[in-house]
């Protein structure tokens, strides 16, 4: 058994989970910092809590669970990289869906549909510049 | 995709979690390989065949 291959996918697998696990803590702190400017120290504890909650739950749990360890991005290798690009293109179609619903929706109630027109344009944007980008890499 | 990854492993007397360390994937992985639920990328069944000695067709079998 190779103790280096071990070794190196520990620390892979060890940052990664890091790396998530802190952007909920950051996370949690934004919301705090946000509401308490905002004077609703409240709404910031409980929005904080439930985040911090959630990063708790990736950095014990991932070990357990798979699901959890594929929301940590912990032991990635290529069939949970492929099972992540599958939820996330999933994710990506529902939330465009949502985005033309929406402008067609503002539209046909006359009203202002500026901030549908903008996220369907950086929707469309991204993905466009995602593909070529995809295209140029294999 | 049939293959032969359980019987090798277990002449090997070694866990799911052992042969994922040396191939660096997820005990999950090696038994989503093992049950066919998962066809490995090329490499991936390149390294297996190798690790237990074998041709990747003598391993992998296309049904």
Redesign the interface.
């Known amino acids: ?2 103790t280096e ?2 070794f ?2 520990m620390c892979g697998s060890t940052r990664g989970r890091l790396m998530v696990v802190g952007l909920c803590f950051a996370m949690a702190a934004v919301f705090v910092g946000v509401s308490v400017a905002r004077h609703h120290v409240g709404d910031g504890i409980w929005l904080g809590a439930i985040m911090a909650g959630y990063g708790l739950l990736l950095l014990f749990l991932s070990g357990r669970s ?1 699901s959890v ?1 594929l929301l940590a991005s912990h ?1 990635m ?4 990289r492929g099972i992540d690009e599958f939820a996330a293109a999933t994710a990506g179609r529902v939330i465009a869906a949502v985005l033309v619903t929406g402008f067609v929706v503002q539209l046909a109630r006359g009203a202002d549909t500026a901030v549908w027109a903008n996220l369907c344009a950086v929707f469309g944007a991204v993905y466009i510049g995602a593909m070529l980008w995809g295209r140029r890499r294999s | 995709m049939r293959n032969d990854v359980r019987e090798l492993r277990v002449d090997k007397g070694l866990s799911q979690s ?1 042969l994922g ?2 191939l ?3 005990r ?2 090696v038994n ?1 390989i093992e049950t066919g639920r ?1 066809s ?2 090329l490499p ?1 069944a390149i390294a297996i065949a190798r690790f237990f000695g074998h041709a990747v067709e003598e391993v992998f079998h296309v049904d």
């Open positions: 058994m190779s291959s071990r190196a996918r798979e360890a032991e290798d290529e069939r949970r | 052992d360390a040396v660096n994937v997820s999950q992985t989503a998962y490995p990328s991936l």
